[in-house]
């Protein structure tokens, strides 16, 4: 019995971890309160296309607490460069709008969701 625990205990723990690693793309596909990070992102560039830079305003704010969120899920599944990258264009995409700079907007927007999209493969 007590050698049935010594290797079943590591096996159980290896095959839990590897579980947890790879669960990034399962746990990215929900959303969270109807709230969904590509969505977030093709409705920002809608407002950035229409210059109607208070509601992209409003829009950047809401995709930031939702990233917030999705990322306490996916830390561990995901690579920390690209949480970085995607947190680094966010940040990118608030100074722009401020900026009302169209241009700029919507090549973080783009970078943004290519980061969205290279999580959890």
Do not use: C
Not at 67 to 74: A, E
């Amino acid at each position: 019995m007590r050698k049935l625990l010594i290797i079943s205990i590591p096996i159980v723990a290896l095959i839990s971890f590897v579980l947890i690693m790879l669960s990034g793309s399962f746990l990215k596909k929900f959303s969270v309160k109807n709230d969904s990070i590509p969505e977030s992102i093709q409705l920002i560039t809608q407002d950035i296309e229409l210059e109607n830079w208070e509601n992209a305003n409003e829009k950047i704010e809401n995709l930031s607490t939702t990233w917030k969120t999705f990322i306490k899920r996916i830390q561990f599944s995901s690579e920390r460069d690209e949480i970085n990258s995607l947190d680094t264009s966010i940040a990118r995409l608030r100074g722009a709008i401020a900026a009302k700079d169209k241009s700029a907007s919507l090549i973080e927007l783009s970078e943004a969701y290519e980061h969205w999209e290279g999580l959890g493969k």
